[in-house]
C-alpha cells in the first residue's frame, strides 16, 4: 500500500527557509515520479515541481525558479522541497504526490499525502 507522509512545514518570517520531506512508503512502478503541489485558500492546487527517483527527470513551476529546489533520495525513499527567500504569498498547505509519470498536472498523480502548512508572515 502506498502511503505519502510529508513533514517540515511551519511558520517562517518572508525570506526565511524551509525544507520539505515526503516519505513514499510502498513504493511501486505506479510511484516512479514524485511531485509536489501548494493549495492556497481559495485558490485551484497548482504545481510545484516534480522529479522522478533517479533525479535525472525533473521540472519546476516558475513560481519556484531560483528559490524552490526539489531533490530525491531513493535510498530513503524521500523527496525534499528546499525553499529558500520564501514570501508571504509562499503560504499554502503544500502536498506532495506520486505517480507514474513526470506530470505537472495534478489529476495525473495517483497518490497524495494529506499536506504540510507553510505559513509565511511578514
Known amino acids: 500500500q502506498v502511503q505519502l507522509v510529508e513533514s517540515g512545514g511551519g511558520l517562517v518570517q518572508a525570506g526565511g527557509s524551509l525544507r520539505l520531506s515526503c516519505v513514499c512508503s510502498g513504493r511501486t512502478s505506479a510511484t516512479t515520479f514524485m511531485g509536489w503541489f501548494r493549495q492556497a485558500p481559495g485558490k485551484e492546487r497548482e504545481f510545484v515541481a516534480s522529479?522522478?527517483?533517479?533525479?535525472?527527470?525533473?521540472a519546476r513551476a516558475p513560481l519556484g525558479k531560483g528559490r524552490f529546489t526539489m531533490s530525491v533520495d531513493n535510498a530513503k525513499d524521500t523527496a525534499y522541497l528546499q525553499m529558500n527567500n520564501l514570501r508571504v504569498d509562499d503560504t499554502a498547505v503544500y502536498y506532495c504526490a506520486a505517480g507514474s509519470r513526470m506530470a505537472t498536472t495534478a489529476d495525473l498523480y495517483d497518490f497524495w499525502g494529506r499536506g504540510t502548512q507553510v505559513t509565511v508572515s511578514l
Open positions: 522529479s522522478g527517483w533517479k533525479g535525472s527527470s525533473t
